[in-house]
């Protein structure tokens, strides 16, 4: 049994993310590492520790009831989320790392998002990047 590890945020791009990887999970009988990162300081105090379990209690239950065997991590390490999603897959040995992207400005379409960016470049996997629905 392989392991795939995914990038989630609570938005559109984290739950298309979300969405594709448990796909792949059941597709391939696959383990599904969720890694959720904060950097930490004064943007991320105790409340919104809270917040983010509770998003995260609803990603448990939701594949819980996919039947998709799963971790989740809450990192709070100051580091980059690109760092963490780097890390994670290289402990995990993954065979690969889903990521969501989001639709961007004509000028932002130039480049990806600097953590997207760097997963692609850094990660020692292959790496699935999701384009997140319209809102």
Do not use: W
């Amino acid at each position: 049994m392989g392991t795939i590890v995914v990038g989630y945020v609570p938005k559109p791009e984290g739950r298309a993310a979300l969405r594709r990887a448990a796909e792949e999970a059941r597709l391939r009988d696959a383990t599904l590492v969720v890694v959720n990162s904060h950097r930490g300081g004064r943007e991320f105090d105790r409340d919104d520790a809270i917040d983010s379990e509770e998003q995260l209690e609803e990603v448990r239950k939701e594949l819980r009831d996919a039947g998709v065997e799963h971790e989740v991590r809450q990192l709070v390490r100051g580091m980059d989320p690109a760092d963490d999603l780097v890390n994670v897959a290289t402990e995990v040995q993954a065979e690969f790392i889903v990521i969501g992207l989001r639709r961007r400005s004509p000028v932002g379409k130039l480049i990806l998002g600097s953590n997207a960016q760097r997963v692609l470049l850094d990660a020692p996997c292959p790496v699935l990047a999701v384009k997140a629905d319209e809102d």
